[in-house]
């Protein structure tokens, strides 16, 4: 299934020119569309609601900028665009 953020998206979005990261941001999204897709209860699409396309997208930029760190971006960055998704769990 295709993320619901391309590639080229998320270049644009975090700015980074050539092909050099492709592999670095390709796992970023991978790996962001896991958190949103798994916290919000939802499998993301290309169809995917914008602000959840823009979480994945966030998570992925923290992640490319905070690459040296050791902890995973927080989903309190992004919680305000996943909550109105999030499915109720009984």
Not at 17 to 39: C, F, M, N, Y
Not at 56 to 78: F, K, T, W
Request: aromatic content about 4%; proline content about 9%; glycine content about 8%.
């Amino acid at each position: 299934m295709p993320n619901s953020v391309t590639l080229a998206e998320a270049k644009g979005f975090l700015r980074v020119g050539g092909s050099g990261e492709d592999a670095l941001v390709s796992l970023l999204i991978d790996a962001a569309e896991a958190r949103v897709g798994q916290a919000a209860g939802v499998a993301l699409t290309t169809a995917s609601p914008a602000p959840l396309r823009l979480a994945v997208l966030v998570l992925a930029c923290h992640a490319y900028e905070h690459r040296d760190g050791e902890r995973p971006p927080p989903l309190s960055l992004v919680e305000p665009w996943l909550a109105p998704y999030r499915e109720a769990r009984l």
